[in-house]
């Protein structure tokens, strides 16, 4: 790997350690691997000098007296130093290296190191600090070419540009996916339905390392138990029925890159271990095949779920829980950050008229007042399908109140609706608890206009048991549910 900056400099790599024999072994294996290499005895002699020369990457001890590495990482965060950093520490634990990721560490190696594995760690750091000064460049000129793309308040690249909102939460979150987006750790993503999590997931890995490298999705709830096992690890011909020729499954296709589990609680129990020791252990076996596969994948993970509840309940395993929620992140609902609903109400007008091929579209005062002041269950899913629709139905003038207020008061039945469709009918005499589940599901589906993911998200149950069981019922939707779904 590059041991030089973009000017074909050696990089320059910083060592904090208040213990001179540890500070000085880093630092000679560091000069053999030809880096310019500093030292320091403290965080606060270290501070010092980063703010007086261009440093690229900081290795650093976790104990140390005065300031530690957990405050020293913090105040480079605070500082917003452009430098990479990488602990070192004989204290390894999760708790240290989330907290130090979480501020913005590159990566985590515990003493007593591995001579290559810390010429690796530093040389990765090195590649991403070189990629991060590019994006700095690559902005500078975008300014200086046209100033108007930069106003406002940014705190990320432009790769996450597709983030609309300035509220607090929002700001808040692009912090934290640029503090985790750096490291190859698990990150978890929960969120209601609609409120972004594969975007996040996607501008995650367009900042990582891995950004070159493929971001391989699997939308783990359209798929029965075989099926999804095939998709993940592949399978060899004549597996099982069906299976007419061998197949590469998406771990080995994010070999590289990352993998995103949309939905990851839908899939089976069963095919949860197997799920498990690919996390543990990065390797995996086509089924049909005894051969085992090695990959070099970060795993990315979304859910709409309540985890603690679906482990109470037997279907989710805990173990596995506490390998992908290695970093947590929650996406916020639209509720909980109004601020962004006419910014994002604006953007979605914008991408219409574009598509259109209209001039710009506006909402009225009313209409925008109207947006305000609705709660969204369906977040910004549903806010974008409110405008797209109001652009195309409406084509003359500005967007009015009354043709998008028909739509957000029927766009989704609470929970006290659910619970009460046509309930004097299900209090029937002679009636089996099977059969009054049935009329249950069919009533809840058509009162949401054969949506099926938002009666799967009223009911409390996942798509693929909901699809399961209108299987068996042989319910066939009838042509204006499609008409309301659409």
Known sequence: MSRKTKDNKASHV????DHASA??????????????????????????RLAQQPIDVVVTDLQMPGMDGLEFIREIDRRRLAVEVVMITAHAS?????????????????????????????????????????????ASRAARSSPRRLSGPTSLPASCSSMIGS??????????????????????????????????AQTIHALSRRSAGPLVSLNCPVLSSQLTES????????????????RTGRFELAHGGSILLDE?????????????????????????????????????????????????????????YYRLAVVPITVPPLRERAADVLELADHFLTQAAERLERGSIALEPAARELLMNYDW??????????????????????????????WLASSRPSTTDVQTIQFDKLQTADLT???????????????????????????????????GKLRAYGYAPREKDFAKAS
């Open 231 to 246: 998709e993940l690890f592949g399978h060899k011909r004549g597996a099982f029925t069906g299976a007419d020729a061998d």
């Open 167 to 200: 509220s607090p939460v929002m700001q808040e979150l692009r912090m934290r996916i640029g503090q985790v987006a750096t490291s190859d750790e698990t990150v978890l993503l929960c969120g209601e339905s609609g409120t972004g999590k594969e975007l996040v």
């Open 377 to 406: 269950p369906g977040n910004v899913r549903e806010l974008q399908n409110v405008i797209t629709r109001a652009c195309v139905l409406n084509s003359d003038g500005a967007i009015s109140a009354d043709v998008v207020r028909p």
């Open 433 to 467: 608890l099977d059969e009054m589940e049935r009329r249950m599901i069919v009533a809840t589906l058509e009162r949401v206009g054969g949506h099926r993911a938002k009666a799967a998200e009223a009911l409390g149950i996942g798509i693929r048991t909901l699809s």
């Open 14 to 17: 910083l060592v904090v350690d």
């Open 23 to 48: 500070r000085e072994a880093v630092a000679d294996v560091l000069r053999q691997a030809a880096y310019e290499v500093s030292t320091c005895a403290s965080a606060t002699e270290a501070l010092g």
């Open 264 to 320: 990851v609680t839908e899939i089976d129990l069963n095919l949860q271990a197997k799920l498990l020791r690919v996390l543990q252990e990065r390797s995996f076996e086509h089924v049909g095949s005894s051969d085992s596969i090695h990959v070099d994948v970060r795993v990315l993970a979304t859910t709409n779920r309540d985890l603690p509840a679906e482990i109470a309940a037997g279907r989710f395993r805990e173990d596995l």
């Open 94 to 138: 999760v708790a240290s290296a989330v907290e130090a990721m979480r501020y913005g560490a590159f990566d985590y190696i515990e003493k007593p190191f591995d001579v290559v594995e810390l010429e690796r760690c530093v040389a990765q750091a090195c590649e991403r600090r070189c990629l991060r000064q590019q994006e700095v460049d690559a």
